[in-house]
Structures are given as C-alpha cells and as structure tokens.
C-alpha cells in the first residue's frame, strides 16, 4: 500500500518561493504508469490540481500556474517535489500529494504566506 508524506516550511515570505516534498513509500515512483500530482485547497475554497509527473519523468502543469510551478523528483530519496515561485498570500493553501495511479493523498501541508 502506497503511502504519501508532505513536508515543507509552514510559513512563507511573499516573493519567496515555496519547496515541498512528498515522500513515497510502499512503492516506487518511477514504477511503470504511475504518476503523482500536486493538488492544493485554499481556505474556503476547492481543489485546484497543480501539475503532475508520470513515471518517466514527463510533467504537466495546470496553464494558470505553469508559468510559476515546477514538479521534479528525486529517484533516490523516492520524493516528489514541488517548487512554487514569487508566492503571494493568495497561494495559501493546504498542498496535497496525490498518487492518481492509487488515488491515494497525502494528508496535507498547510502553507500560509505571510510577511
């Protein structure tokens, strides 16, 4: 059964950028047809799917945040990771890791933006 950890700073400053990583374990992220996406919930409002990467390595972005977004992933740590650029406090939210392959969630990384 796979399994899926957030982590990552609480609290980010404005203009920073924002680095979360969702460790994996009871499974490997380069098995075949998996893929894993990034998906956050602001307060008071609903899911908003950030990107994803498939097992090859191959990403997608969600077009209204490509330009700031980027998903890697680190085959030796077996973490995928999330980088959030020029954050505002629009950007907090609750960031979840989710194995679409499984449908399983991570339980979430709450994220405030603040100065």
């Known amino acids: 059964q796979v399994q899926l950890q957030e982590s990552g700073p609480g609290l980010v400053k404005p203009s920073q950028t924002l680095s979360l990583s969702c460790t994996v374990s009871?499974?490997?992220?380069?098995?075949?047809?998996?893929?894993w996406s990034w998906i956050r919930q602001p307060p008071g409002k609903g899911m908003e799917w950030m990107g994803a990467?498939?097992?090859?390595?191959?990403?997608y972005y969600n077009p209204s945040l490509k330009r700031r977004t980027s998903i890697s992933r680190d085959t030796s740590k077996n973490q995928i990771t999330l980088q959030l650029t020029s954050v505002t406090p629009e950007d907090k939210a609750v960031y979840y890791c989710?194995?679409?392959?499984?449908?399983?969630w991570g339980q979430g990384t709450q994220v405030t933006v603040s100065s």
């Open positions: 990467i498939y097992y090859s390595g191959t990403t």
């Open positions: 989710h194995d679409d392959t499984s449908d399983v």
């Open positions: 009871g499974g490997s992220i380069t098995s075949d047809y998996f893929y």
